[in-house]
């Protein structure tokens, strides 16, 4: 059960039921469960039974621990996320660990985030402890299901005679990924021929740029 022990610093004495003491043989850290790791563990190994200190459980893990008459629960304060649970036979309540399972397929974030159901990247760390440094998960369906309509309508009512008569443009952004520095873009497409010029833009004060050069290209092709 132990993930790693080492010797004692100090000689250490522990009184047992029957009153006997005895000394441990080191101490180390244990793993009940992927999610409840105990450390200061001390190693007695003529000691029949594992216990463990209900009051050093919920000090050193935050946690609160919540009896029924067949049962206890293991639930952290914060979250109320269950860590661990156990069952009672004959006046005792006994922990239910996991036996250790070999894992030969290592999921991407990205991959448990869409079999999760696409959830937020704060919840996606909570149901997936081992995620807690993620910063961010650049999911193109999560960033298509925030736009409230579509950029530019299929069909008009009303529909231009010429080119450059009537210009649509539209600005996307902040993209939470760089590229090349550029964190917005713009689109300009014209109503008649549905020509569409796009330009990035690194802030949105680019964009009176972009339109004037967008209205200098109009006006030269026309001639103008």
Not at 89 to 118: A, I, N
Not at 153 to 164: A, G, H, L, V, Y
Request: proline share 6%; net charge positive; charged share 15%.
């Amino acid at each position: 059960m132990f993930s790693s022990m080492s010797p004692l610093k100090s000689p250490h004495l522990i009184t047992l039921a029957d009153g006997s003491r005895i000394a441990p043989k080191g101490i180390g850290q244990v793993s009940l469960t992927p999610s409840l790791n105990l450390n200061s563990v001390l190693f007695i190994p003529n000691c029949p039974f594992n216990l463990i200190s209900l009051s050093k459980l919920t000090k050193s893990l935050n946690c609160s621990v919540t009896f029924n008459v067949e049962s206890f629960v293991i639930q952290e304060r914060g979250t109320g996320r269950k860590i661990g649970a156990g069952h009672e036979s004959s006046g005792l309540y006994y922990f239910e660990t996991q036996p250790p399972v070999s894992c030969v397929v290592v999921l991407s974030p990205t991959l448990l985030h869409d079999r999760l159901g696409h959830p937020s990247l704060s919840k996606l760390k909570l149901l997936v402890p081992s995620l807690k440094n993620l910063e961010e998960l650049g999911c193109e369906s999560c960033q298509l299901g925030k736009h409230v309509r579509p950029s530019f309508p299929k069909q008009t009512d009303t529909r231009c005679n010429s080119i450059f008569t009537t210009i649509h443009f539209d600005i996307w952004g902040p993209s939470h990924v760089t590229s090349f520095g550029f964190r917005y873009f713009v689109t300009f497409v014209d109503e008649f021929s549905r020509c569409t010029w796009v330009y990035l833009m690194k802030d949105r004060s680019y964009f009176c740029l972009f339109l004037c050069l967008s209205s200098m290209r109009s006006k030269t092709n026309l001639g103008e």
